[in-house]
């Protein structure tokens, strides 16, 4: 069968090189690609936003399967355009992707299905989100509520710095509409692990654990 | 700027927990919603002193998470993937190896703020031959005079090992067949692996 992989990053390079190990495939794409990448597939000069693009080109290669990589399609909808025209993608739809594409749909899913969080707020307005801000304890965390390249998220010590980050987010709109509304969390304490699961719909299967070392300098700074 | 697999905190308790608790109310929740999610569900967790709280959903694989998570992985993931577009994952018996993996992101000295891009690439050609070691491309394009460094976050270069000490020594090991001029990395990664003991 042949694959198509949409995205650019170490991530979809995981993916290609765990699909090149299947013995049902003869065949990857990945659109756009990178160096790598380019090693176990064929890249295409198509980017990842190119919604109608990329359904034109799985439809005329006769592309079994597609596997979206990345956030920004997914929240915009690109398993949607794909499931329009009979093409086989994995990846949820716009609806259900708003589990990442939304701070505040999340973190209202689970309060309303008593899923395990902290406590939160959401603020439409960089006025109410101050006043609220003057009762916190600190540290809490600022998040933007839409996508923001993974850089939407501030941990604030003081009120100062919350501060800040409202105007950064609110005011500045440094990250575009993503900003327009806010979520204020409480900080939490403890060890952080990543899950990765396959979901179908109905069941989920947890795969084995991760932990992740985000900032760029030893120490976890910067 | 790196990660390893699996996590020495996340015990089979916890997993029991966030099983029951969180990962199978998450699915309900989203079907009772109306928005049935198909997909890669990235949860995001802090271990408090209360118990596992969800820290975010993201809707698609980690990276680099998936660095370290599909390489320990036993099955053939056209069929995982084919069992979750069709609903029929609870037929799925999901494996991974018994094993660690860490994964050490090279970058372009200065990132996140500035950085230089276009630097050629060396030694990459050291992992085809390598069992258990890998070098998953981030930020490269290939120009004629062969693979250069296109970003900030360049490479993911992940070893496997038999515990996380193994695989963090051989990952650390593999980052010195690598070279380019303005070649950064973290070298604490996996510093909690010690912590855990």
Redesign the interface.
């Known amino acids: 069968?042949k694959?198509l992989i949409v995205g650019s990053?170490?991530?979809e390079?995981?993916?290609a090189?765990?699909?090149c190990?299947?013995?049902?495939?003869d065949k990857i794409y990945c659109a756009p690609g990178?160096?790598?990448?380019?090693q176990i597939a064929e890249c295409v000069n198509i980017t990842a936003m190119e919604f109608d693009k990329l359904a034109d080109f799985a439809e005329e290669n006769e592309i079994d399967?597609t596997?979206?990589?990345?956030?920004d399609p997914?929240?915009g909808g690109i398993?949607d355009v794909f499931e329009e025209r009979g093409l086989?993608?994995?990846?949820?739809?716009k609806?259900?992707?708003?589990?990442?594409?939304s701070?505040s749909f999340?973190k209202d899913?689970?309060k309303?299905?008593?899923?395990?969080?902290?406590h939160y707020e959401t603020f439409h307005s960089p006025e109410e989100a101050l006043l609220y801000l003057g009762g916190c304890n600190f540290p809490i965390v600022l998040k933007a509520d839409g996508l923001a390249l993974g850089k939407g998220v501030l941990i604030c010590q003081n009120l100062e710095e919350a501060e800040a980050g409202i105007a950064t987010l609110m005011l500045d709109k440094q990250f575009g509409d993503a900003g327009d509304t806010v979520v204020i969390e409480d900080f939490?304490?403890?060890?952080?692990?990543?899950?990765?699961?396959?979901?179908?719909?109905?069941?989920?299967?947890?795969?084995?654990?991760?932990?992740?070392?985000?900032?760029?300098?030893?120490?976890d700074q910067? | 700027m790196g990660t390893f697999s699996p996590s020495p905190f996340y015990t089979e308790e916890i997993q029991k927990f966030c099983e029951e608790k969180i990962y199978q109310p998450t699915m309900d929740a989203m079907k009772a919603e109306g928005r049935d999610f198909v997909g890669i569900l990235f949860v995001g967790l802090m271990m408090t002193a209360d118990g596992p709280k969800v820290l975010e959903y993201n809707a698609r694989f980690g990276d680099p998470e998936a660095q370290v998570v599909l390489p320990r992985m036993k099955n053939d993931i056209i069929d995982v993937i084919d069992a979750c577009i069709d609903g029929k994952l609870d037929q799925i018996d999901l494996q991974f190896e018994d094993n660690a993996a860490v994964c050490v992101v090279l970058a372009s000295d200065g990132y996140p703020e500035h950085y230089e891009k276009g630097k050629l690439i060396s030694g990459l050609e050291k992992f085809d031959d390598k069992d258990g070691y890998y070098v998953f491309h981030a930020g490269t394009k290939l120009t004629d005079e062969g693979i250069v460094t296109n970003g900030g976050r360049v490479l993911g270069v992940t070893a496997k090992g038999k515990d996380l000490k193994e695989a963090r020594k051989n990952a650390y090991e593999a980052t010195e067949w690598i070279s380019f001029e303005n070649k950064y990395m973290r070298h604490d990664i996996g510093k909690a692996i010690d912590d855990a003991e």
């Open positions: 069968m694959v990053g170490g991530r390079h995981a993916i090189w765990s699909v190990q299947s013995k049902r495939v990178n160096g790598g990448i380019a399967l596997i979206i990589g990345m956030d997914l929240v398993v086989r993608v994995f990846g949820p739809r609806n259900a992707a708003i589990i990442e594409g701070k999340s899913l689970m309303k299905y008593n899923i395990p969080t902290c939490m304490v403890g060890r952080e692990a990543s899950v990765l699961c396959f979901c179908d719909g109905t069941h989920i299967k947890p795969m084995t654990s991760a932990q992740d070392h985000k900032r760029a300098k030893d120490g910067a």
